[in-house]
């Protein structure tokens, strides 16, 4: 054991805490809080956008919908699918496809603003991703047909996905390494506030909320509300700077050396070391994205299922406090996940959460079948589901250089999204073929990735962050 990692571990987690490095993990947390408001709105307001254009399109105009009508065969009898049905379930497969849509615009996102923290700086990166998301979840209040909505949902999610790489690099490489598990931990915790925060301002503005036209009105004021975080982009010009580390990263590439070159992908595949760390912290990144965007956060379609034919309005409520419950659950999850991982290590909290996933998940989807079920099951979800965006908080960014790390972290973080992204839509078709709980129930089968990802995982507990 070297003295440095002697001296790293009696070293309280406090110990060297100033103001400005609480400063840095607060306008963070916010700017990553404001990403998953973001998130969790349009997850609400996903299935009554998506009644309004498609129903506008398909059933208020007959000639449209006729040549579309479809036709199912059973036992040699034809049955036919009447307009209302088809559009039923278009909105289905739509709402696959935005969510897909976004993903891989997150995705998108995320590799490209991970390459330009690592070129440009974190601080600005942050600032650039801030006003994409906010900018384009506000035009997403103005779609006039399905097009327009995927769109703005592909743009919006080039944002999102920037913001998380961004700032917990800023994090990662600001504060002390005895508070940096704590540091990140609660960084991606609070995010959880900002799903909270999502639930709870659809309550106040239902998104199925109906205007005088007989429109659904409620979603176009739930997207606009999510124009305002690109306010905190004035912290974050005046009061954060560019971590030393970064500013060392930068001037020693600008030295020449080929070696030292800075936001490179290719380099996370030359070096053994950085590629081992890569294709796990990919594998680790899929299970749990798979598991969260293509199951878990179908839960306010899972409440709709459970309480087929009760009214518009009981289904909004329960939607709305079930999923803030369910957010609740996540942020006590992420906060076990960080004690976890600061006490028993990184790769014991991964191992512990993915069998908690896999578990929970498949009770869930299987046994919630009233109100007061959401109430309780959703949180227990929540708490496994999200858990383990904690430990990628924690984990990726110690699995690579500074000089390589943004784009690391994006790469992880954000890459597998364009494999996690046919997750919603296959969810979404499976659905229209088989039951929707069953569709969930196999799909669970993905959390066991990450368990095998733990094989060839580094323990990075106690450890300083890495440099060639």
Not at 186 to 204: D, R, V, W
Not at 272 to 300: D, E, Q, T, Y
Not at 332 to 346: D, E, H, N, P, Y
Request: with cysteine.
């Amino acid at each position: 054991m070297t003295e440095d990692k002697q001296k790293s571990e009696k070293r309280s987690i406090f110990e060297g805490v100033t103001f400005y490095h609480w400063l840095v993990v607060i306008i963070a947390s916010f700017g990553w809080l404001f990403d998953c408001m973001d998130q969790r709105m349009f997850i609400l307001a996903r299935e009554p956008a998506l009644k309004e254009l498609v129903y506008k399109e398909y059933v208020a105009k007959p000639p449209t919908i006729q040549p579309q009508t479809t036709v199912s065969e059973k036992q040699g009898e034809t049955a036919i699918v009447s307009p209302e049905k088809h559009a039923a379930n278009l909105v289905k497969k739509y709402g696959g496809w935005a969510t897909t849509l976004m993903i891989l615009g997150w995705a998108t996102g995320g590799i490209i603003f991970g390459i330009m923290s690592d070129k440009w700086g974190r601080v600005k990166t942050m600032v650039a991703t801030l006003l994409v998301y906010s900018s384009f979840t506000g035009l997403s209040g103005i779609a006039q047909n399905i097009e327009q909505f995927i769109i703005f949902r592909f743009l919006v999610g080039l944002g999102v996905g920037g913001m998380f790489g961004a700032a917990t690099t800023l994090v990662a490489e600001s504060v002390p390494g005895n508070f940096r598990s704590v540091a990140l931990g609660s960084l991606q915790a609070l995010s959880a506030t900002g799903n909270i925060m999502g639930s709870l301002i659809s309550l106040l503005i239902p998104p199925g909320m109906i205007n005088f036209w007989g429109n659904y009105a409620g979603w176009r004021v739930l997207f606009f509300v999510g124009i305002f975080p690109a306010l905190l982009c004035i912290p974050i010009v005046f009061m954060l700077k560019e971590p030393d580390a970064w500013k060392q990263a930068k001037q020693a590439a600008a030295g020449g050396d080929e070696n030292k070159r800075i936001g490179s992908p290719i380099e996370l595949f030359k070096d053994k070391r950085w590629r081992r760390n890569s294709i796990v912290g990919l594998m680790l990144g899929l299970a749990g994205m798979i598991g969260l965007w293509g199951i878990a956060f179908f839960s306010p379609e899972l409440i709709s299922e459970a309480l087929k034919g009760a009214d518009q309005k009981t289904i909004d409520n329960v939607r709305g406090w079930g999923l803030a419950m369910q957010d609740a659950g996540s942020f006590l999850g992420m906060i076990a996940f960080t004690w976890a991982a600061s006490t028993l290590g990184r790769k014991t909290a991964f191992f512990i959460s993915f069998l908690l996933c896999a578990g929970i998940v498949i009770f869930v989807f299987n046994f919630l079948q009233k109100p007061t079920d959401a109430y309780w099951m959703l949180p227990m979800m929540g708490f496994a589901t999200l858990s383990v965006f904690a430990g990628y908080s924690i984990y990726f960014p110690e699995l690579f250089p500074t000089r390589l790390r943004g784009t690391g972290v994006g790469f992880c973080y954000n890459t597998v999204r364009f494999l996690a992204a046919p997750a919603p839509a296959l969810f979404g078709y499976l659905s229209t073929l088989i039951p929707f709980r069953t569709v969930a129930t196999i799909m669970s089968v993905i959390f066991l990735l990450g368990v095998v990802a733990l094989i060839w995982a580094p323990e990075t507990k106690g450890k300083p962050l890495p440099e060639d």
